[in-house]
Every structure is written in C-alpha cells, then in structure tokens.
C-alpha cells in the first residue's frame, strides 16, 4: 500500500498522490484468491521441507551426542522456520485466522515429524549396537518445533511495532 504522505514528500501533487493511494489499497478478489493459494502452497512445501529435515536428520541422530545434536536441530529449525517466515509474512490479503493456524499446525507438525524420527533413530542406535546414549524425542522436536516458530514470531513482532 502506497501512503499518501510519503509520496507527497517525494514531490508528488496532492492529486496524484491520493490517486495513487486509492489504486493501491483497492481490495480486488482475484487478489485474495491468489494469496490463498500462495499461503497454502507455502504450508505444503514447509511440510515437505519439515518432513526432508526429519529424514536427512537419522543419520545425525543416530552418530551425535545431545548437545551437538540439540545445536544442529535448532540451526536446522531456524533455517526451515526462516524459509517458511519469509513465504508467509509476505503474503497479503491473508487474515489473521490464517496466521494463527499457521502458527500453531505447522508447529505441531514439525513437532510430531521430528519426534517420530527420533524414535526411529532411537530404533536403529538399539539395532545397529551404536555406543550412542538414546535421545529424548519430545526435546529434541521441543527444540526443533521452538527454533522453527522464533523467526515467524520475530517477524510478527517486528510488523507490530512499524
């Protein structure tokens, strides 16, 4: 949306610059539409990165201690959550319900994946004989699900306060 004010201290004529405002605040359908469609494909390919995380994450699980570990999963969790923070916040004409159950399904997805990868991983230290310590599922997605959320939140805080 083009504000009036910043236009005018541009330079701008007063006319032109209400039009200008006027073009861009219009709430035209096919708008709406089509960032329902971006928002939804967002959250199909944030479940499809979630899910490629949880798989290329086995192997570490299976080889790393907990703190190493811990630390791969939020750096992992960040970079998901950031990738996801971007295709959404971006996205006009979305209500705030959208966000919200953005917000909170997406979470709990992440949650649940890296949890069910962690006792799989837990499975294959059991069968494979691996001198590993078992890692606890619901920390471990705990941390992935918290350090995917931070850069949403981060950039819903930082709209609040423009």
Excluded: C
Aim: overall charge neutral; proline content about 3%; cysteine-free.
């Amino acid at each position: 949306m083009v504000k009036k004010e910043k236009l005018l201290e541009k330079g701008w004529a007063a006319a032109e610059a209400e039009h200008a405002e006027q073009v861009t605040s219009q709430n035209r359908p096919h708008d709406a539409h089509f960032s329902k469609i971006v928002f939804w494909t967002s959250l199909v390919i944030t479940v499809i990165g979630n899910i490629f995380v949880s798989l290329v994450l086995v192997p570490f699980l299976v080889v790393l201690n907990a703190i190493v570990l811990y630390s791969l999963v939020a750096v992992l969790g960040l970079i998901i959550g950031s990738l996801y923070s971007f295709l959404i916040s971006d996205v006009a004409h979305l209500g705030k319900t959208h966000h919200v159950s953005a917000g909170i399904i997406i979470p709990l997805l992440a949650l649940g994946n890296v949890a069910a990868m962690v006792l799989l991983s837990n499975r294959f230290i059991v069968d494979l004989g691996v001198e590993n310590a078992l890692h606890n599922p619901w920390i471990t997605a705990g941390i992935f699900a918290v350090a995917f959320i931070i850069p949403y939140l981060v950039d819903l805080l930082r709209g609040k306060f423009q």
